[in-house]
């Protein structure tokens, strides 16, 4: 099946600094999301971008299908951005495949 | 409304009990999942359901009964579970299949003791 692998694994900012997160997938994929999840586990979609830019406030999301990878880039971090950052993969087989997630602690 | 309501928010259940948990959506999306999230790991697919009727069901052990009456609500019927099904079982909805992004619930923290 296909492989997505997110880079950092865990990530600790000073509250106001910028980040960028990575996600590598294996194939081709029909789609393409990014989730925060907050401590009481709610999976917020962020983005659902298969190819392209978008930005939504502070957060950013590039996605070059080409090459089989996406970015996800927070600018001036809060508190409130800490949490756990899943990229998931959508398939034509129905199927989606979730990153092991990078774990972002921002400190105040 | 832009929605996955998911019930209960926390459940704690013995292994000879039967249970149900529930998922309802309102934004006309047509298919619908269960997932399974153990701590400090990404959701898992269990079951996906499109135009109501079952299309995936990940080799999930049948104590996991998915049900879904209607194109709003989805149900997950449990039986016969043991401790290690502990776990945060999350609900999703999309509009119509992997082209379309997904909303998900805010989950069931399910213990088995």
């Known amino acids: 099946g296909i492989q997505v692998e997110q880079s950092p694994p865990d990530l600790i900012l000073q509250e106001g600094a910028n980040s960028t997160l990575r996600c590598n997938f294996s194939?081709?994929?029909?789609?393409l999301q990014w989730f925060h999840q907050n401590p009481w586990g709610q999976l917020i979609n962020l983005f659902y971008i298969p190819s392209g830019t978008k930005q939504n406030g502070r957060l950013s999301a590039t996605t070059v299908a080409t090459e089989r990878y996406s970015l996800l880039y927070i600018s001036s971090s809060q508190t409130t951005d800490s949490g756990v950052y899943f990229c998931?993969?959508?398939?034509?087989?129905?199927?989606?495949?979730f990153g092991d997630g990078t774990t972002l602690t921002v400190k105040p | 409304d832009t929605e996955v309501t998911q019930t209960p928010k926390h459940l704690v259940m013995g292994m000879t009990n039967k249970k149900s948990l529930k998922c309802e959506q309102h934004m006309g999306h047509r298919a619908m999942y269960w997932y399974k999230q153990k701590a400090k790991k990404p959701p898992e697919l269990m079951f996906v359901?499109?135009?109501?009727?079952?299309?995936i069901n990940e080799s999930v052990p049948s104590r996991f009964s998915p049900e879904c009456p209607n194109s709003s609500l989805l149900n997950l019927h449990l039986h016969a579970l043991q401790p290690e099904d502990s776990a945060l079982y999350l609900c999703?909805?999309?509009?119509?299949?992997?082209?379309?992004?997904?909303?998900f619930g805010s989950g069931t923290r399910l213990t088995v003791v």
């Open positions: 359901y499109s135009y109501e009727k079952l299309s």
């Open positions: 999703a909805s999309s509009q119509g299949g992997v082209a379309y992004g997904y909303t």
């Open positions: 194939d081709s994929v029909n789609n």
């Open positions: 998931a993969v959508h398939t034509n087989a129905g199927k989606s495949t």
